[in-house]
């Protein structure tokens, strides 16, 4: 909300679940609004639904059915386009269908309507959020709402003999920022232990450099084209202009990690990308935030700074040295 307010003077909101989802009001115009956004994108915003419709409900059986026809006299053209229907809801709602029967009948609603439903790769998103007696609905594309998961929560299989939840920011940090880790040929993993970074980025075909005084997952070791470092990254020697791509998670001091990731620098190709995660652990997350990117701006471009859905206390930085 404080990053909407600065782009957006005069915005107000009020809280549809705490610390979660909110509705703002502004005096701009939706597409003003949607474009400041888009502009000076929010760290902390993980997803927007413009409200194009608000409709009342009762906790009645005439609840479906109006939103279906409101769909279906939305004076929107679906024909021909992928479309999803995300459903979301607070704790407070009366709105009583799940989300799987809700969607079946909108489904069936799209069909009529000449769009094809699909659940991955929309063109077009109809986004539902029911709150108290009300459903918010809105149309947009997945550019628009930030992202193409409901709410921006994308979530990943979990898979048998996974080393670390971690894996999850490190696939979703390549979603979030449009990269191909597969491009890469030599990574250097600052803070590694146990290992799930390390293990997507061998599976997408890299070398990787680990540095952790911890212990790698066993699984790992046997790869070739591994090389643990078992010692602080600040004592670590490694060769000139080596990696093309240093990731870094190590949960630290903010201006710790900033200082170690600034002193390996050399050891960076000319251009080489970054994706650093950043522990908020005090109680001023944006000055913290902007004290790291004004200290690692003196070597690295900073990208995008996003807290991703499956960052904690945390935000992920996407860098690129500067040549
Ligand atoms: C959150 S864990 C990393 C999880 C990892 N990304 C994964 O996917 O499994 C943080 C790691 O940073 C390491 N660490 C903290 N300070 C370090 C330093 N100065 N040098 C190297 N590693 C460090 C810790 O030992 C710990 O294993």
Not at 50 to 60: A, K, N, Q, Y
Not at 187 to 207: M, N
Not at 291 to 307: D, H, M, S, W, Y
């Amino acid at each position: 909300m404080e990053e909407l307010r600065r782009i957006i003077p005069g915005a107000s909101f009020t809280l549809l679940a705490a610390g979660e989802v909110f509705l703002m009001n502004c005096a701009l115009e939706q597409a003003e609004a949607l474009e400041a956004v888009h502009r000076e994108e929010p760290i902390f915003l993980r997803h927007i639904q413009p409200v194009d419709r608000t409709m009342d409900i009762d906790g009645s059986a005439t609840d479906l059915q109006g939103l279906a026809d409101m769909i279906r006299n939305a004076r929107l053209s679906f024909e021909e386009k992928r479309t999803a229907v995300h459903i979301r809801r607070n704790a407070h709602t009366s709105f009583h269908y799940s989300a799987s029967d809700t969607k079946a009948l909108l489904d069936a609603v799209l069909e009529e309507l000449g769009a094809e439903p699909v659940v991955q790769g929309p063109e077009i998103i109809i986004s539902i959020y029911a709150a108290g007696d009300k459903l918010y609905v809105g149309f947009g594309t997945p550019k628009e709402m930030l992202s193409d998961w409901p709410g921006g929560a994308i979530r990943f299989q979990r898979e048998e003999g996974q080393v670390s939840r971690a894996k999850f920011k490190l696939l979703e940090a390549e979603i979030a920022f449009g990269l191909r880790y597969a491009d890469y040929r030599h990574a250097l993993d600052v803070g590694a232990a146990p290992g799930g970074w390390t293990s997507l980025l061998l599976e997408r075909g890299l070398r990787v450099t680990a540095i952790d005084p911890a212990e790698m997952h066993p699984s790992l070791l046997v790869s070739p084209v591994l090389t643990h470092i078992k010692r602080n990254a600040a004592e670590a020697k490694l060769p000139k202009e080596a990696f093309d791509l240093l990731v870094c998670d190590m949960s630290w001091s903010p201006m710790l990690m900033s200082k170690l990731v600034l002193d390996l620098r050399s050891s960076l190709a000319p251009g080489a990308t970054a994706v650093v995660t950043v522990k908020l652990m005090h109680r001023k997350p944006m000055q913290t935030i902007r004290e790291v990117k004004e200290r690692l701006g003196t070597a690295f471009i900073v990208l995008k700074a996003k807290q991703l859905f499956h960052n904690r206390e945390e935000i992920t930085l996407y860098l690129r040295s500067k040549e």
